[in-house]
C-alpha cells in the first residue's frame, strides 16, 4: 500500500477505537515517546494512556471525521500529515450535542519492521461549540 494510504487507514482507525468505545485499541500504534498538544499545553504516555483507558467508560457518543490529509515526508523514516478532523459529540441528556473542529500535524516514523507509528500530534481549535464540558486543551492543563 502507498504511504497515503496508509497514513489515512492508520488516523481512520485510531479515531474509529476511540468511537468505538476501544480506545486504548489506538495506542498500539503510539511510539514510545508519543506526545500529543495543544499550544503549549502537552501529555505524553502513561498519562494518554490513562486518558484513553478513560474515555472508553464514558458516557457520550463521539465521531471523529478526518478530511483534507496532505502527507510530506521528511526523510525516508519520518512523515508529517496535516489534516482536519470535526468531531462530533452527543452527551446522553437532551439537547447534548456539540461539534468541534481542530487542524491536526501529525508526525508518523517507521519502526523497525517498517510499519509506522505515531509519535507527535498537534491540535489547534479552529471551532469548538461547547463550553460545558473540558476542551482539549483544559484536560492537556490539568493533566500536565
Known amino acids: 500500500m502507498e504511504l497515503r494510504g496508509q497514513l489515512e487507514q492508520l488516523v481512520a482507525e485510531g479515531f474509529a477505537a476511540v468511537d468505538t468505545g476501544h480506545a486504548t485499541d489506538s495506542l498500539g500504534q503510539l511510539t514510545a515517546d508519543f506526545a500529543i498538544g495543544q499550544g503549549e499545553k502537552r501529555v505524553g ?26 502527507i510530506a515526508a521528511r526523510d525516508q523514516e519520518s512523515f508529517q500529515a496535516d489534516f482536519v478532523v470535526t468531531v462530533h459529540r452527543i452527551e446522553p441528556e437532551p439537547g447534548g450535542y456539540a461539534m ?5 500535524r ?6 523497525g519492521a517498517g510499519g509506522l507509528l505515531l509519535r507527535r500530534r498537534e491540535m489547534t481549535t479552529v471551532i469548538d461549540t461547547v463550553t460545558s464540558r473540558p476542551t482539549v486543551s483544559e484536560m492537556l492543563s490539568q493533566e500536565s
Not at 494512556?49 to 465521531?63: I, N, P, S
Not at 501529525?106 to 519502526?111: A, E, K
Open 45 to 70: 504516555r502513561p498519562v494518554y494512556d490513562q486518558l484513553m483507558a478513560v474515555r472508553e467508560k464514558a458516557g457520550y457518543t463521539t465521531r471523529h471525521v478526518p478530511t483534507n490529509l496532505r
Open 100 to 104: 468541534s473542529i481542530f487542524d491536526c
Open 106 to 111: 501529525d508526525t508518523w516514523v517507521r519502526d
